[in-house]
């Protein structure tokens, strides 16, 4: 390949990375905005009896759990986003293009935590794996659950639970 050749790929390349650099610092175009998402309030109770109450965003459609808390910068305690899939399942979840650490609570058909995958590691391919079948997980700020008490056994009213 002759110098000139060499130089016009190097521009080339150079401009294709300039551009996905840029492209990488704007919103993505193909994800929802959050206040499209249907909202709802659930209520977390422990067993020593004190309430948490949270306003979420509910993912109730493949699109909609697909997308989930991709791009969100930061979560206020009280928020987060409750997964809701058809029947209880064997859920798997991660974190890629997720910015900030997460808690997920795997809920059981009745409204119960199951378990607890606390302070998910933002952007990662690793798989967070319920263990057992699940109607829903919630997502909430990294370090919540510790902060509130709330646990495995927890109890998560929301009409999704018939609670």
């Known amino acids: 390949m002759n110098t000139l050749r060499r130089i016009a790929l190097l521009l080339v390349l150079s401009v294709c990375a300039l551009q996905s650099t840029h492209a990488a610092n704007e919103p993505d175009p193909t994800l929802e905005p959050l206040s499209n998402f249907p909202q709802s309030t659930l209520t ?3 067993p020593n009896g004190r309430q948490h ?3 979420v ?9 697909e997308q989930g808390l991709m791009m969100v910068k930061s979560l206020a305690p009280n928020t987060g986003m409750l997964f809701i899939f ?3 399942e064997r859920i798997q979840m991660w974190m890629k293009n997720t910015l900030i650490p997460l808690d997920m609570l ?3 058909a009745h409204g119960r935590i199951d378990s607890i995958a606390a302070n998910t590691t933002p952007m990662s391919l690793k798989i967070i794996d ?3 079948p699940v109607l829903a997980v ?3 700020a990294g370090g919540m659950t510790a902060r509130a008490g709330i646990g495995a ?3 998560v009213k929301h009409p999704v639970f018939g609670l």
């Not at 965003?57 to 759990?65: C, K, L, Y």
């Open 138 to 140: 919630l997502e909430i």
């Open 106 to 108: 795997f809920i059981d």
């Open 44 to 46: 977390i109770i422990t």
């Open 153 to 155: 056994g927890a109890i």
């Open 130 to 132: 319920a263990k057992r």
């Open 53 to 55: 109450v949270f306003n």
């Open 86 to 88: 058809d029947q209880p």
């Open 57 to 65: 965003w509910v993912a109730d459609t493949d699109a909609h759990r």
